[in-house]
């Protein structure tokens, strides 16, 4: 018998109640089928500063949800016959180095063009909330003299390659990307209260204020800094958000070729340009989240069912918005086949290395279950009887497989993007690393100086700096030449470092072996 979606207003109501309060931030939440909407809600308060609620009426940051509209954005000028998306982004900004030749636009809407991450950069050292101006994440990436990796070989999130996309569009058109958007997307859509907002610091009316969590149990205000445009500045309501999944089913902006490429897979993970594509327990889905400094969202349609969600937050987990875009999906399509269930086993823990890429995987127990830390996240994931681990959320089909010696494990093999990687257990040595010594470090093509420095009790601690600002790193050995970098903040930031002789190589989820040498 075949599932039937429908849309049960008490459970979806059920689901939300623990954030109906007036106390904290919350969720705007809409749940359309067949183009109707069928619930619309918000929870919590849209300012923890005014007696204001949240609605779906109301603007809040989506992040990178943006990027699909960025992507389109691009698609039509592709369709004017201005560009063509298997040109090299270089054809158009002259001013990046030679490294990106070998690049096609395709690769930097499909995160696969191996290029370094420029808002990545710039965050490791100022941190969010620093100010910048329009165009100098494009400067920096016009700096680099080095990559991640090969384009083509690999995946890797990078919001650089939608800073490139962004200045394509202005260029070609003439335009402003905030001015293309409204006139080419938004307002034949009808998405009147959507727009590019480039900064936190801008005040826009109906909008929500972004929440961060405090070490006071109380709240911050979030400000991600640099000006964020084509790779996640767009705002929108969850109204606006349900018109355009409703425009998605039949759309009249971006022809039908365009809209293929679009979902068309460039990852294993379904990754295709600006657009996620795969299977949900057996539904097929087509998705794009988003995550900004205090906030986040989902924008999700289950294709057959023609069932639409979008849910936005302005200060609550990330974690607790995937489990409700989930829990949502039960609760509209009943019979669902169920989640497989974890195996009874103890939690493997541990920290393994790979010598080929510099990645680092650390295994953990959270809450009685077995977790994974990967560039500085802490990630549920799930195991089979075998001990196979996947992680359970995020853009990733990551598979980890241990190797055994008696009980315990020596090393893993990752299975990721159709890549196979060998990682070695590492420990943190008995000898110190004689390489890593006081002083001043420079990667001069990325702007990033580090200093390093020695505490009365032999604690090193490395504070990078750039034009932007400056965070300090408390620094732990966790194998040979192998040191883990954590932020003394609030703000969870981690990188590790492979030293040698001359210097050393930084890496974390967006960055790859950037080099820093010794300074004289």
């Not at 365009?258 to 990852?267: I, L, N, V």
């Not at 981690?494 to 030293?499: Q, S």
Request: hydrophobic share 40%; net charge negative; aromatic share 6%.
């Amino acid at each position: 018998m075949a599932l039937e979606a429908k849309i049960d207003s008490s459970a979806l109501d059920a689901l939300f109640a623990p954030y109906d309060s007036s106390h904290s931030p919350g969720f705007a939440v809409g749940v359309a089928l067949k183009g109707k909407p069928g619930y619309r809600r918000g929870f919590g308060m849209a300012s923890v500063e005014l007696p204001v609620t949240l609605s779906p009426t109301i603007r809040m940051r989506i992040g990178s949800t943006s990027k699909h509209f960025c992507v389109l954005s691009a698609m039509l000028l592709a369709e004017a016959g201005k560009l063509s998306i298997d040109d090299s982004p270089r054809r158009f900004l002259p001013e990046l180095p030679q490294w990106a030749d070998a690049i096609t636009i395709r690769q930097l809407m499909a995160h696969i063009s191996g290029m370094r991450d420029s808002l990545d950069l710039m965050l490791l050292a100022a941190g969010p909330g620093k100010s910048a101006e329009a165009d100098d994440q494009f400067r920096l990436l016009a700096s680099l003299d080095s990559v991640n990796f090969a384009p083509g070989a690999s995946w890797n999130y990078n919001n650089g390659g939608y800073v490139l996309l962004s200045v394509i569009v202005e260029r070609l058109s003439g335009m402003s990307l905030a001015d293309f958007m409204r006139t080419r997307i938004f307002e034949p859509v009808g998405m009147c209260d959507t727009q590019l907002r480039l900064l936190d610091t801008e005040l826009l009316p109906n909008s929500a204020t972004l929440h961060v969590p405090n070490s006071a149990g109380g709240w911050t205000r979030g400000i991600f800094g640099p000006p964020v445009a084509g790779e996640g500045g767009i705002v929108s309501t969850v109204d606006d958000m349900l018109r355009w999944l409703a425009h998605m089913s039949n759309p009249v902006v971006g022809s039908a070729a365009t809209w293929s490429e679009m979902r068309t897979p460039h990852a294993t993970h379904g990754y295709g340009l600006g657009l996620t594509t795969n299977d949900h327990r057996g539904l097929a889905t087509v998705h794009h989240a988003g995550g900004v400094i205090g906030g986040s969202s989902q924008m999700l349609k289950v294709i057959d069912h023609d069932l639409d969600l979008i849910l936005i937050t302005n200060g609550q987990s990330a974690l607790d918005m995937y489990n409700l875009v989930d829990a949502i999906i039960d609760a509209c399509i009943p019979g669902l086949p169920a989640v497989p269930t974890d195996a009874t086993i103890p939690a493997f823990s541990g920290t393994f290395f790979s010598p080929t890429t510099g990645k680092v995987l650390t295994l953990v127990e959270h809450e009685g279950k077995q977790a994974m830390t990967v560039g500085g996240m802490t990630l549920p994931a799930r195991r089979d009887a075998d001990g196979v681990i996947s992680v359970a959320i995020l853009p990733t089909d990551l598979v980890v497989v241990p190797a055994r010696a008696g009980d315990d494990v020596v090393s893993l093999t990752s299975h990721e993007f159709g890549n196979v990687d060998l990682f070695d257990h590492v420990e943190p040595p008995l000898v110190p690393d004689v390489n890593l010594l006081p002083g001043r470090y420079e990667s001069k093509a990325a702007g990033l100086s580090a200093n390093v420095t020695i505490s009365q009790d032999g604690a090193l601690t490395v504070a990078l700096s750039n034009k932007w600002g400056n965070t300090a790193y408390g620094l732990m050995p966790i194998g040979p030449a192998l040191w883990q970098a954590t932020a003394v903040s609030s703000y969870p930031m981690t990188f590790t470092i492979e030293t040698d002789p001359d210097g050393f190589r930084l890496s974390n989820g967006r960055t790859e072996r950037l080099r820093f040498e010794r300074a004289a």
